[in-house]
């Protein structure tokens, strides 16, 4: 991984559902970062495709230590069209990563929390999407990486989610 750009990543798999397209296409336009995609799927060679001749943009298909990729990242982004509970998301807050997310309700749960941890752009506008990275990094990145990890602290670790289903199955019965 490069040093001396930004390293953005996304995880999951190459899928219409996950709509790797829209990240291509906005990172075909911003040369002075690096793109690393983990995970497999059917739109691959689409996705070769389009990132043909591109340096900045790799694929790296399925791989075991998603950990140690999101430790050496600095964003996560995600332009899901669905999600349930949006795991990645959480693992990589967990590790201090600011989030560009897609404006699907999983992602606008989580931000909610705390709006100044991401950012949240239209589904499939790969324009505002752009937009979005360029306003993410103009915020002090230690201060937003730290209210990532407090963010899942204080509201998605382990801990606090069994918590708050332990008084849900409480209320029920």
């Not at 040369?31 to 790296?60: M, Q, R, V």
């Not at 209210?147 to 602290?153: D, G, P, R």
Request: charged letters at 25%; glycine letters at 4%.
């Amino acid at each position: 991984m490069p040093l001396n750009k930004k390293i953005f990543i996304s995880v999951g798999h190459l899928s219409d559902r996950k709509d790797p397209l829209t990240i291509i296409k906005a990172f075909k336009n911003l040369n002075d970062k690096a793109l690393y995609f983990l995970g497999n799927g059917k739109l691959k060679d689409i996705c070769l495709k389009e990132i043909e001749h591109n340096e900045n943009i790799k694929l790296l298909g399925f791989v075991s230590n998603v950990y140690e990729y999101l430790q050496a990242s600095d964003y996560l982004i995600s332009a899901s069209k669905a999600e349930g509970l949006p795991n990645t998301v959480i693992e990589a807050m967990a590790c201090g990563l600011p989030c560009i997310l897609s404006n699907i309700p999983p992602h606008n749960e989580i931000l909610n929390f705390d709006n100044t941890t991401g950012e949240i752009f239209e589904i499939g506008s790969s324009k505002d999407l752009i937009e979005k990275i360029v306003s993410i990094e103009n915020i002090d990145y230690n201060e937003i990486s730290e209210k990532c990890v407090k963010l899942i602290e204080n509201n998605l670790s382990a801990e606090i989610m069994s918590k708050k289903y332990q008084e849900l199955y409480l209320e029920i019965n």
